[in-house]
């Protein structure tokens, strides 16, 4: 008889493990197949959230207006969904500008001793500059560029003046430049605390003005019989819902700027096609990861899961629910054989030439603190599953991630249980395969002697 104790113990010590080994592949191929699907989900949901999101932001939202302009008319303009249509005419008589001056050839001189240099403005800000602290590369003197880092670096400057040393022929400029347009942006300096030095005299003296600060002076509807509006910025919202940005003034006894505010009706469905599409990305991920098939392999992974599947029925009613005594359907919104959202424009279109609001009444919001309506309601059901941390994608994340450690530990037992009997069937058949060779040999011996 003749057998390799290797083999055989191969073959034993496996037949041992094999029972729980396929339980724990089975196990692994069910919390693989289900994080799968929860990353699916997850990416999903994610997806949708973020459409959500664009569509109640200020710049987005799903009703769309228009802001047109006149031909020419130096300026840009938008109009939010808050705007109301109207026609607007504007007389651009004086661009606003900011404050920038510049003083030449200041002298580097040992460093200040004293009291500060005081940075002011027109809107009566003010800070204070350390020039004590201001010598970096230690050499005891100051020059225009240690000067503009000690501006910018000030405390409480934040912003409002910044500093920079242009190289000129005739030497370095220290420009500074305000950081509020218009008149109230002016800067400033006093230099009485620096003590009597060349540089004293240069800060005290007049800066050159780069750049003179300037109000604008605009005409809401005519120059001179409309509005007059004066103010340190050139970008005007003072109609709600509508920013002007204007770049260019008119000259005496040019026409007006118009601008008309319209409904963009293209833009709303747009923004409509854009719900429609995200919502059913989303219905078509939920319905995958739910299938049900007598087929193992084209099953979803939550085909039997109640809490996905009642994700997908709770989003379906929350979009068809009444607010306001109307519903997506009455804005075009319907549904195809397959389940699929449809936009049908001419009903949304007839709807908001009745109702301009219907839109915003039925949609509503899903901004944080603001919502409102099939948006906010589909937000915060969605939440449930999203919140970070206490959610139930990461709270069923959790578990699987445990659930495979758990695995990897009975797996590395289970290798233990298998080494621990190949090693004990190794050594016993090893030793009787020596006692077979042996009795083989006397056997052997024996048969030579009967011969003899």
Request: glycine share 10%.
């Amino acid at each position: 008889m003749e057998f390799d104790p290797t083999t055989t113990a191969t073959q034993l010590a496996s037949l041992l493990v094999q029972g729980p080994q396929q339980q724990i592949d089975r196990e692994s191929q069910i919390a693989k197949a289900t994080q799968a699907g929860l990353e699916k989900l997850r990416s999903a949901l994610s997806g949708f959230t973020t459409a959500l999101s664009g569509l109640s932001s200020v710049s987005g939202g799903l009703k769309k207006n228009s802001a047109t302009l006149s031909a020419g008319a130096g300026a840009t303009a938008t109009a939010s969904a808050s705007a109301q249509p109207g026609s607007y005419s504007f007389f651009v008589e004086q661009l606003a500008s900011t404050h920038q001056i510049a003083y030449a050839d200041l002298p580097a001189v040992p460093v200040a001793l004293g009291g500060p240099l005081v940075v002011q403005r027109a809107d009566g800000s003010a800070f204070n500059v350390n020039l004590l602290a201001a010598d970096q590369d230690g050499d005891g003197n100051l020059n225009a560029t240690e000067i503009a880092r000690a501006i910018n670096q000030a405390s409480g400057n934040e912003g409002k003046v910044t500093a920079q040393v242009a190289n000129t022929a005739s030497g370095p400029q220290l420009i500074l430049s305000s950081g509020l347009g218009g008149e109230d942006g002016a800067i400033t300096l006093d230099a009485s605390g620096l003590p009597d030095s060349a540089l004293k005299a240069s800060l005290g003296g007049a800066p050159t003005q780069l750049a003179a600060a300037r109000d604008a002076v605009i005409w809401l509807g005519e120059q001179g019989s409309g509005l007059r509006i004066q103010q340190g910025s050139n970008s005007y919202t003072g109609i709600a819902g509508v920013s002007v940005n204007f770049t260019q003034a008119h000259s005496a006894g040019a026409a007006p700027l118009q601008l008309e505010v319209a409904a963009d009706k293209a833009g709303t469905e747009e923004s409509l096609r854009k719900f429609v599409t995200a919502y059913n990305a989303l219905q078509t991920e939920l319905n995958n990861l739910t299938k049900t098939s007598e087929d193992a392999a084209s099953r979803g992974a939550f085909s039997t899961d109640a809490g996905v599947r009642n994700l997908r029925n709770r989003l379906n009613d929350l979009i068809r629910q009444d607010v306001g005594g109307l519903r997506i359907s009455d804005l075009g919104i319907g549904s195809d054989r397959q389940g699929q959202l449809t936009l049908d424009t001419a009903r949304l279109q007839k709807t908001l030439a009745a109702n301009p609001e219907a839109l915003d009444t039925v949609f509503g919001s899903a901004a944080l603190g603001k919502r409102s309506g099939v948006l906010g309601a589909v937000t915060d059901h969605l939440e449930i599953w999203t919140k970070s941390g206490t959610g139930q994608l990461a709270r069923r994340l959790d578990n699987v991630q445990v659930q495979q450690k758990d695995l990897t530990q009975r797996r590395d037992r289970l290798d233990e249980l298998f080494n621990v009997n190949y090693e004990r069937y190794l050594l016993q058949f090893s030793q009787l395969q020596s006692v077979l060779g042996q009795m083989n040999q006397t056997s052997g011996l024996f048969s030579q002697l009967g011969t003899a």
